[in-house]
Nanobody, 122 residues
């Protein structure tokens, strides 16, 4: 089971990035997937989650209305579209495979990627 994040980088405030989470070693469409982030000196924060079908999504309060989680099961990939980025969004972003098919912020996530750095300059 492997998850690999990509798409991070440096962007100015107000800009956009799209992160990808590519899965290998398992069939992604059986599982819910979540995105989390961790900034230096801060606790890990829930960002978004998506159900196995893609029909149900959850977002953290700080990203609601700016970020969109989606998935393409045919490509075994989950995406996080991030718009209107702020310097406070600077963090390492991780995707994780949920134990539940319809995960939420309090769900258990058993497998994690290595993360991708997102830096938003002011």
């Amino acid at each position: 089971v492997q998850l690999v994040e990509s798409g991070g980088g440096l962007v100015q405030a107000g800009g956009s990035l799209r992160l990808s989470c590519a899965a290998s070693g398992f069939t992604l469409d059986y599982y819910g997937i979540g995105w989390f982030r961790q900034a230096p000196g801060k606790e890990r924060e829930f960002v978004a989650a998506i159900s196995w079908s893609g029909r149900i999504t959850y977002y953290g309060d700080s990203v609601q209305g700016r970020f969109t989680i989606s998935r393409d099961n045919a490509k075994n990939t989950v995406y996080l579209q991030m718009n209107s980025l702020k310097p406070d969004d600077t963090a390492v972003y991780y995707c994780a495979k949920a134990d539940a098919r319809v995960p939420g912020p309090q769900s258990d996530f058993g497998s994690w990627g290595q993360g991708t750095q997102v830096t938003v300059s002011s």
